[in-house]
């Protein structure tokens, strides 16, 4: 158990919908990063929060968006769904911040998302 | 761009030899290295990670060996198990002065350990 909690853990769709998904990170991690693995494919970085605030972004799409709340969960909302959005959506945290310790991620369950 | 590439998807080696799974990568600024495993439906695990100021980190089983110079890393495990199945991915990060810097991951390699 990595002490990262990411729910749903399934979820089924339609196209054009719209979804979120919610990752509470580990106790005492200040950032959060989204990551995007499609069938076949590595994990691909979307987003960095760090203690509330965007710290890094990458090939996230505009109909994507997160954020991260004061009590440090983060939520990323994916708009206008298509087909090819389907894919495992992980949620890692680290410590961050100033002891930046190993550079390890601690990695969530992952949540399935499935658009029809 | 494909910054950390694992060029072998997957990887099947008999119980008790040596499983040698390896990474290249292209960004002359990443300066920290990760190996992650990933079983079916769990998140992936870290196992092992090395510095650029080093060129071997073990830890039990795992060694990991990293040569700068030819922007290559891998990963050893000796004797392989059959619990070791799994996939694993190569992660690569900058430094970044007081911050905790994102992981770019490789697509992984499914290693298949037989009886």
């Known amino acids: 158990d990595s002490g990262v909690t990411q729910t749903p853990k399934h979820l089924i769709t339609a196209t054009g919908q719209r979804v979120t998904l919610r990752c509470s990170p580990r106790?005492?991690?200040?950032?959060v990063y989204w990551y995007q693995q499609s069938l076949d494919q590595g994990l691909q970085f979307l987003i960095q929060?760090?203690?509330?605030?965007?710290?890094a972004k990458g090939n996230i799409l505009e109909r994507f968006s997160a954020q991260q709340f004061p009590d440090l969960h983060s939520e990323l909302n994916l708009s206008s769904l298509e087909l090819g959005d389907s894919a495992l959506y992980f949620c890692?945290?680290?410590?961050?911040?100033?002891?930046?310790?190993?550079?390890?991620?601690?990695f969530g369950e992952g949540s399935r998302l499935t658009v029809l | 761009d494909q910054q950390v590439k694992q060029n072998s998807p997957s990887l099947s080696v008999q119980e008790g030899r040596i499983s040698i799974l390896n990474c290249d990568y292209t960004?002359?600024?990443?300066?920290?290295f990760l190996w992650y495993k990933k079983y079916p439906a769990e998140g992936p695990t870290f196992l092992i990670s090395?510095?650029?100021?080093?060129d071997k980190n073990e830890d039990g089983r795992f060694t990991v060996f990293l040569n700068k110079s030819a922007k290559h890393l891998s990963l050893h495990i000796v004797p392989s198990q059959p619990g070791d199945s799994a996939v694993y991915f190569c992660?690569?990060?900058?430094?970044?002065?007081?911050?905790?810097?994102?992981?770019?991951f490789g697509t992984g390699t499914r290693l298949q350990v037989t009886l």
């Open positions: 890692a945290s680290s410590v961050g911040g100033r002891a930046r310790g190993t550079g390890e991620l601690f």
């Open positions: 106790s005492g991690d200040l950032s």
């Open positions: 929060y760090y203690n509330g605030e965007e710290r």
């Open positions: 960004n002359s600024m990443f300066d920290y």
């Open positions: 090395i510095s650029s100021i080093k």
């Open positions: 992660a690569a990060s900058e430094s970044a002065a007081g911050t905790a810097s994102k992981l770019t």
